[in-house]
């Protein structure tokens, strides 16, 4: 079965500086891969989504992301963080013709001013 | 603005009340999901429905009754709730191809739900 790991539970980053936030993936085939955000006592606001192509994929609100296959992972990265950006971030899976989401436990980022 | 739309945002209830969440989407998506998620948690599937007929039941217990009356809209009907079932419930909708795998879901923005 995949899973999908987020080692890092909570990050702070002030603003303006660049943000990395890790994901790692297992399975055995190319997965199709997701980072969602999620605000306060909102639902989940999809940021970006690799399925095939180019590793690089570009997102909403200035993210970035890129699937690295040799290290199973799919990092998003922003360069200049905001202050609005503070927020629980989730990279998920779903593989095939599966229809269920797999969701990593999740990263809070928190911005100082 | 989420294009899928839940009501109500807040509920309270009762351990013996019946209430139901409900969820609509016009974007002609044709698979709709339930979610449950407790604070600080990633979201945990419960319910799946493709073309209007259930496809995933995550072994959710039976006082929670889902429901696809038409290609647009999905109820969650509670009954019997513990306090354990207290959470923010969310609603999905994403299209359905052949590459089912392929397809982001789009998520509402909740129902918080606290039973006393």
């Known amino acids: 079965a995949q899973s999908v790991t987020q080692p890092d539970i909570h990050i702070t980053v002030s603003e303006g500086a660049s943000l990395e936030l890790r994901c790692n993936y297992s399975?055995?085939?190319?997965?199709?891969l997701f980072w969602y955000v999620q605000s306060p006592g909102q639902g989940l606001q999809l940021l970006l989504k690799?399925?095939?192509?180019?590793?690089l994929v570009q997102g909403i609100k200035g993210f970035e992301a890129e699937f690295k296959r040799s290290q199973s992972s799919f990092n998003l990265r922003k360069p200049s963080v905001h202050w609005s950006d503070a927020a629980e971030y989730f990279c998920?899976?779903?593989?095939?013709?599966?229809?269920?989401?797999?969701f990593g436990t999740g990263t809070r980022l928190q911005v100082t001013l | 603005d989420t294009e899928v739309t839940q009501t109500p945002k807040h509920l309270v209830m009762g351990m013996t009340n019946k209430k139901s969440l409900k969820c609509e989407q016009h974007?002609?998506?044709?698979?709709m999901y339930w979610y449950k998620q407790k604070a600080k948690k990633p979201p945990e599937l419960m319910f799946v429905?493709?073309?209007?007929?259930?496809?995933i039941n995550e072994s959710v217990p039976s006082r929670f009754s889902p429901e696809c009356p038409n290609s647009s809209l999905l109820n969650l009907h509670l009954h019997a709730l513990q306090p354990e079932d207290s959470a923010l419930y969310l609603c999905?909708?994403?299209?359905?191809?052949?590459?089912?795998?392929?397809?982001?879901?789009?998520f509402g923005d909740g129902t918080r739900l606290s039973i006393l």
């Open positions: 974007m002609g998506h044709r698979a």
């Open positions: 690799y399925f095939s192509g180019d590793t």
């Open positions: 999905a909708s994403s299209p359905l191809s052949i590459l089912l795998g392929n397809q982001p879901q789009h």
């Open positions: 998920a899976v779903k593989t095939g013709t599966a229809s269920k989401l797999t």
């Open positions: 429905y493709s073309y209007e007929k259930l496809s």
């Open positions: 399975y055995g085939a190319t997965p199709y």
